[in-house]
């Protein structure tokens, strides 16, 4: 399986895409190169409430503290943006991604306004999911 690229590259390569048909095939490809969502992960308790397609999100600390993301989705689009999410995230300690903030990140890549509401607003369900569960295990 292909890595995902780190938070650099994934702006070099959404910068190379000539067009949002180029932009929405790779956020599909950054999904399809996930890692695979053990079946037992797929549980009522890491689903993320508010958003239209079914996400399930696990995060773990690794040993040295820095949080491990998983997930999945039932939709290919909302894979993707589970992928670029954990791209923004990785490497990062509970502390640090409380304190990161994604949405410069999504305005260099002009994501939010080339998403239809119901995706930017599952979006943000995960990224308020994700930053509420870090703040309960920093």
């Given at each position: 399986?292909?890595?995902?690229?780190?938070?650099?590259?994934?702006?070099?390569?959404?910068?190379?895409?000539?067009?949002?048909?180029?932009?929405?095939?790779?956020?599909?490809?950054?999904?399809?190169?996930?890692?695979?969502?053990?079946?037992?992960?797929?549980?009522?308790?890491?689903?993320?409430?508010?958003?239209?397609?079914?996400?399930?999100?696990?995060?773990?600390?690794?040993?040295?503290?820095?949080?491990?993301?998983?997930?999945?989705?039932?939709?290919?689009?909302?894979?993707?943006?589970?992928?670029?999410?954990?791209?923004?995230?990785?490497?990062?300690?509970?502390?640090?991604?409380?304190?990161?903030?994604?949405?410069?990140?999504?305005?260099?890549?002009?994501?939010?306004?080339?998403?239809?509401p119901s995706r930017s607003q599952g979006l943000e369900a995960?990224?308020?999911?994700?930053?509420?569960?870090?703040?309960?295990?920093?």
């Amino acid at each position: 399986m292909a890595e995902l690229p780190d938070k650099e590259k994934l702006l070099r390569n959404f910068g190379r895409c000539a067009n949002w048909e180029e932009k929405y095939l790779y956020i599909i490809e950054l999904g399809q190169r996930l890692p695979p969502l053990a079946e037992e992960a797929h549980r009522p308790e890491n689903i993320i409430q508010g958003c239209q397609s079914q996400v399930w999100i696990v995060m773990e600390p690794d040993g040295e503290g820095m949080i491990q993301l998983q997930g999945d989705s039932d939709a290919a689009i909302v894979k993707g943006l589970i992928a670029v999410v954990f791209i923004l995230y990785h490497q990062m300690s509970p502390q640090d991604i409380v304190a990161f903030d994604v949405r410069p990140w999504f305005e260099q890549m002009a994501l939010t306004q080339h998403l239809t509401p119901s995706r930017s607003q599952g979006l943000e369900a995960m990224i308020r999911a994700i930053r509420s569960k870090a703040a309960i295990l920093s």
